[in-house]
């Protein structure tokens, strides 16, 4: 058995088993080596029953005098132990484990661990932890630190410890240490072995604390090693088209603009620009708040690469959002005589006109466009593509070591330290300005006894000033599953909201519509026929209505503060005073608190960060859907460790020979390096 076997080698670990801890992102010996508990339970205080008080939380040992099964009035068991020692004897309870008087059988000698209380009138120990002791054996869930982990269902903490204590006795030789001992020193790491005996073997909280730091510093690690191999991988290429920046034109283009950019929007561009005239192909992701003019700013580099006679290719995750490009760059091209043309799922081939710029959806993809000269691709919402759709897609427009210039873009607002680590192998361009003239948008928290009057203040903005409605619900059709029955769904909410403001126009949007319909419902609110839209988050990016002035949310406590912060994007748009209404029903004081900071603060960057902490990162774009990476054991909050790890990372490329068994753990950066470094690799290895 190694660190990779299966954690179905275990004693007690079969087909059941390992589907379960499956869900625990476990199965190997590896995994569950690395499973770090989430807190502790101090019963290393051990002392004879005599000596026991009240309150306190000890181990004591001894054996069972007496046990039984015993029934309540309601008909259920409780399990009464005696457990004596030669000072004295105590009571232990358990509830609803009717086996134990076959486990904890009169005369076996066991260990006791947890909380001295009462029981009628009578000290004793209420749902402890037990196990017996075996001769020449240490205690495993009593008479120390006990570790509390993550569970599942079927696998408790004390049935995870067991195997912990098996996988690491059997491994503990092969836990082979990767880091030098020099880095070790610097950084002040435990060895891998030390930091995995003192993780779930701790002689107190302190050193369970460093091994901790340690396990979490490798999670980084193997995270920043990716980026930098993709970052260079990435730069083995060269640009399919080396693009000549005119300065001049493209000061033409920006005073064409109907607006002056901000300092953060210029700033993004030279970078950009910048970028397109180098040896080594642009792969620069362009972040920014709602509404803060990333469009504007890719605009200006497919600009440059159409006035290099090159093809610009735009891709978006919704027909939605590649509709609102396809019209906001027609209509900044109009004057230039720029082509754009826009390709989703319902547009044939035949139908595909030759442009300077695709805009699209995934469509992109396949075969529907015949693209001849790419250089450049914008990828927006990127975190919405998988890696493969946006590797194919660079590739179908480049060859094989020859890649087109690529932007990414977000406006999912990113904490930095999440954006460096997790988008590390990428350049960062933040936009972090709002264009002058958009109005702060007034937030409310609404619980269920204010709905109506909400309802009435809203019905008098519409009629008194002619102003539109967004209400968005986070389902599209009402759930079956008990815990999802309070959610509001859209197409409930439509007929529910038709009733209550009655005559006025009501609609509805969500995501399974086709793209005629979407753009029917869309046409008809743009066209100011639909006063209240109702919508599934399909809203959440794209759609741009200067006249929506109320964005209504529906349980907003399912969505994540970055999500409703860009819901409430969508509105505030024109020069109208805008709202944002957040209805709950949850009284939970951390959803409270996390929903009045939307009502404090208009940065996304500073709610993202707030999440982050409240949260964690996969809830940066509402959900878990999108592939962001979780951390097991590293927290996103430790900027220190992340850059260690970063450095460390970058060490290792630099001098491989030092860093050798990295590679023996099969991390090959043997792979990624030059020639050169490929001879040093070898050198060591003799």
Known sequence: MNMDSSVGELSFVGPTYERRLEKLGIKKIEDLLNHVPHRYLDFSLTSPIALAQLGETLTVRGYVATIKNQYTRSGKKIQIAEIADATASVLAVWFNQPFLVRILYPGAKVSLAGKIDWFGRKKAFISPEYEKIAPGKKTVHTGRIIPIYPETSGISSKWIRGRVKEAFTLNKSGLLEFLPDQ???????????????????????????????????????????????????????????????????????????????????????????????????????????????????????????????????????????????????????????????????????????????????????HEKVNFSEVGLVVIDEQHRFGVEQRAHLVKKAGRKTVSPHVLTMTATPIPRTVALTFYGDLDLSTI???????????????????????????????????????????????????????????????????????????????????????????????????????????????????????????????????????????????????????????????????????????????????????????????SKQHGFPELKIASWQDIELIRASKKVALEAFENPQKYCQLIDLNIQLREYGTASKEKTYKKSKQ
């Open 183 to 365: 880095t070790l020193k610097t950084l002040k790491l435990l060895t891998l072995k030390d930091a995995i005996e003192s993780v779930h073997f701790p002689k107190n909280l302190r050193a369970a604390e460093k091994g901790k730091r340690r396990l979490a510093f490798n999670e980084l690690l193997l995270l920043q090693i990716k980026n930098v191999y993709r970052k260079l991988n990435w730069q083995k290429n060269r640009p399919v088209y080396k693009f000549q920046i005119d300065e001049t034109l493209i000061e033409t283009f920006i005073s064409s603009l109907p607006f002056v950019l901000t300092s953060s929007q210029s700033r993004g561009a030279q970078e950009i620009l910048e970028d397109l005239g180098k040896d080594i192909p642009m792969n620069r992701l362009l972040q920014g708040d709602v509404g803060s003019g990333k469009t504007v700013v890719a605009a200006i580099a497919a600009y440059a690469s159409c006035k290099n006679g090159y093809e610009t290719i735009f891709m978006a995750p919704t027909q939605i959002l590649a509709q609102q490009h396809f019209e906001t760059l027609t209509g900044l091209f109009k004057s230039f005589g720029i082509k754009t043309s826009l390709v989703t799922s319902e547009t044939k081939k035949s139908e595909v006109k030759k442009a300077d710029i695709y805009v699209g959806t995934h469509a992109l993809i």
């Open 432 to 622: 972090s300005e709002l264009p002058a003239g958009r109005k702060r948008i007034t937030t409310w928290i609404v619980p269920p006894g204010k709905r109506d009057g909400a309802y009435s203040w809203i019905a008098r903005e519409i009629k008194q000033e002619k102003v539109q409605v967004f209400v968005v619900c986070p389902l599209i059709e009402e759930s079956e599953k008990e815990t999802m029955t309070t959610l509001r769904a859209a197409t409930e909410e439509f007929k529910n909201l038709k009733k209550i403001f009655k005559p006025l126009n009501v609609g509805l949007l969500h995501g399974r519509m086709r793209i005629k319909e979407k753009n029917e419902v869309l046409g008809r609110f743009r066209e100011g026929k639909t006063d209240i839209l109702v919508s599934t988050p399909v809203v959440e990016v794209g759609i741009d209505v200067a006249n929506a002035t109320i964005m209504l949310i529906e349980a907003a406590e399912r969505f994540g503060l970055a999500q409703l912060h860009q819901l409430r994007g969508r509105v505030g748009r024109g020069e109208k005073k805008s709202y944002c209404l957040l209805f709950t029903q949850s009284k939970s004081p951390k959803v409270l608190t996390r929903l009045t900071a939307m009502t404090k603060s208009i940065s996304g960057f500073e709610l993202a960060e707030l999440d982050l902490k409240l949260r964690g990162p996969g809830e940066l774009f509402g």
